[in-house]
T-cell receptor
Framework: RKEVEQDPGPFNVPEGATVAFNCTYS??????FFWYRQDCRKEPKLLMS???SGNEDGRFTAQLNRASQYISLLIRDSKLSDSATYLC???????????FGTGTRLQVFP | NAGVMQNPRHLVRRRGQEARLRCSPM?????VYWYRQLPEEGLKFMVY????????ESGMPKERFSAEFPKEGPSILRIQQVVRGDSAAYFC???????????????FGEGSRLTVL
């Protein structure tokens, strides 16, 4: 079983739609969680952190469910510029190793 | 540009040759990560280094791959006797001490794309 699993997609949504991605992780002893964004043939960039209490940044909301070992990302009012691959990231306890999921591809169309 | 610099951006090698990929971290960053990304796949952790020290190399293949981060100069990822399966994008990322676990933010270079013929 992969350490971090994501639905690869693609998720094809119209502008203005709300879309949600989930990510599951296998190591219950994980300390930190993040979402990264990667544009086609570009480097990944940090999008936001994920907390149990939830984290909202504009149109983006991230949530952590430790009991079920999953992380979610919700994007409201999708823009064309949101088209990218979204990578779920987990850091196990006592390491500085960032474990990336394979990513979920989002395509927003007009 | 004070960002993470990787070179070469593109490298073509024949089977059996050596590939050397270089990474200069952001100014002030003392830690470097190397990741490999195959087409349609996610980033696979390879190695985590600080100056003159390998902290975690659990993702490095046992043979042909090595990494270093000397006191002076860039970090080097070296692949000896390359095979077709080594074709991938190799990303380097840097951070200052322990910021990865605190903020989750790694600053990535644009990657080095290795093609093995």
């Amino acid at each position: 079983r992969k350490e971090v699993e994501q639905d690869p997609g693609p998720f094809n949504v119209p502008e203005g739609a709300t879309v949600a991605f989930n990510c599951t992780y296998s190591n219950s002893a994980s300390q930190s969680f993040f979402w990264y964004r990667q544009d086609c043939r570009k480097e990944p960039k940090l999008l936001m952190s994920v907390y149990s209490s939830g984290n909202e940044d504009g149109r983006f909301t991230a949530q952590l469910n430790r009991a079920s070992q999953y992380i979610s990302l919700l994007i409201r009012d999708s823009k064309l510029s949101d088209s990218a691959t979204y990578l779920c990231v987990v850091i196990p306890y006592n390491t500085d190793k960032l474990i990336f999921g394979t990513g979920t591809r989002l395509q927003v169309f007009p | 540009n004070a960002g993470v610099m990787q070179n070469p951006r593109h490298l073509v090698r024949r089977r059996g040759q050596e590939a050397r990929l270089r990474c200069s971290p952001m100014k002030g960053h003392s830690h470097v990560y190397w990741y490999r990304q195959l087409p349609e796949e996610g980033l696979k952790f390879m190695v985590y280094l600080q100056k003159e020290n390998i902290i975690d190399e659990s993702g490095m293949p046992k043979e042909r791959f090595s990494a270093e981060f000397p006191k002076e100069g860039p970090s080097i990822l070296r692949i000896q006797q390359v095979v077709r399966g080594d074709s991938a994008a190799y990303f380097c990322a840097s951070c200052s001490m322990s910021t990865a676990t605190n903020t989750g933010e790694l600053f990535f270079g644009e990657g080095s794309r290795l093609t093995v013929l």
